[in-house]
């Protein structure tokens, strides 16, 4: 065998081998960006069109009024850059491939959404369309990290992927998709279509070794009553001395909506606006306070959700909304994910604009309200205000 492939050939089996070894677990909900209203994409008869980006939900991520957002995971679901570093230098490419990979997992599902295909959608596109999602996310990372110097990682990887891409989803391996990218992309590559903006976000995860257990997700840390901002200690009004408790419970529905309230879930990548009030699952006492909030389970609890256990938040999310007097409605979404365990929670995603939050208009308002909702948007608990 000539030399210099011998060499060749051993490198990638080196590669392979070293790709293969381990994974990468989703630690916390990552909101990768925004796509545009359409994406670019030639039909079969050659004619370019373009393809409406709808809403679409399965268990590793969401499509929500064009927010791309990805769940965290109790099991690693992505491998990395296949058959490539997950970082160039002090590039970390995970913001790219950890959606990149959710996105082709499910595009045979995406493909077949009868809403998306009756819009045009095949399979190809949208793997045109994930594609896309990589290059955009390294591309902003790069120049995070390097913004006095040309940006040519994320042509590429999105060169490897268009080339490879295909034969991996058909066949399970994206053999020598590196190797090649770089002649690829020597070649010249077209300019990327604006069709995805980067939330800016980074991702939380974890590398794990194929085969290993992983450690199980601590828990959200409950916010400190010395900085808190909420009304989760004495000082500020709610009392954690037993001998009070039920007293307050007899008082924490007064801040309870009566009735059917309308909630507009314009944040946070998240639509509960169909979720229906369940029996039994009632909350109260809620207090708001500028840096989180706190309230009271009065009957039930997340398990009433979804949830398997009272510390269990993979199944439900937190809602926080506030009163738009002008339009005369609730406006909000989803900030965090919460157990029954949990009765508080921070504002930090809020205040960092997590899934587009209007931080300034939440907390420019008079009135705010806040409900537990299931994963899947479909049931919740009651809806209260402060």
Excluded at 111 to 127: F, H, L, N, S
Excluded at 309 to 333: L, P
Aim: glycine share 10%; charged share 25%.
């Amino acid at each position: 065998m000539n030399p210099i492939v011998a060499k060749t050939v051993k490198s990638i089996i080196s590669a392979y081998k070293a790709d293969r070894d381990h994974l990468v677990r989703l630690d916390e909900d990552f909101y990768a960006g925004t796509f545009a209203e359409t994406f670019p994409w030639e039909d079969e008869a050659g004619n370019l069109v373009q393809l409406p980006i709808l809403d679409f939900r399965c268990d590793a991520f969401s499509i929500v009024d064009r927010k791309l957002v990805c769940y965290k995971a109790k099991e690693p679901r992505s491998d990395g850059a296949t058959l490539a570093p997950d970082k160039v230098g002090k590039v970390d490419l995970a913001s790219g491939y950890i959606p990149h990979d959710d996105l082709y997992a499910a595009m045979s599902k995406i493909a077949e959404d009868p809403a998306w295909k009756a819009a045009g959608w095949t399979e190809e596109a949208v793997r045109a369309l994930a594609d896309a999602v990589l290059s955009w996310m390294i591309l902003f990372e790069e120049k995070r990290v390097h913004p006095e110097r040309p940006a040519w990682i994320h042509r590429v990887y999105h060169a490897a992927v268009r080339a490879f891409g295909g034969i991996a989803h058909r066949i399970g391996i994206r053999c020598l998709a590196l190797a090649f990218a770089l002649a690829v992309a020597g070649c010249g590559c077209a300019p990327l279509p604006e069709v995805f903006t980067p939330s800016g976000e980074r991702p939380v995860y974890t590398v794990v070794k194929r085969g290993a257990t992983a450690a199980p997700d601590p828990l959200p840390a409950p916010i400190e009553e010395a900085d808190a901002g909420v009304h989760a200690g004495a000082a500020d009004g709610v009392s954690s001395d037993p001998a009070t408790e039920d007293a307050e419970l007899e008082d924490a529905s007064s801040g309870s909506v009566a009735g059917s309230v309308s909630l507009d879930f314009r944040f946070g990548g998240f639509k509960g606006d169909k979720a229906q009030e369940v029996a039994g699952c009632r909350i109260g006492n809620l207090k708001v306070g500028k840096d989180g909030l706190s309230y009271q389970w009065l009957e039930g609890g997340c398990e009433k959700l979804g949830a398997s256990s009272r510390e269990d938040y993979s199944q439900t999310v937190a809602c926080a909304f506030y009163r738009d007097e002008k339009a005369q409605k609730w406006v909000g979404g989803k900030f965090d994910w919460i157990s029954t365990s949990r009765t508080s929670r921070s504002f930090e995603n809020i205040k960092e604009g997590y899934g587009g939050w209007d931080s300034a208009a939440f907390f420019a308002a008079g009135k705010h309200g806040f409900c537990v909702v299931s994963k899947d948007g479909r049931k919740r608990s009651n809806f209260i205000e402060d």
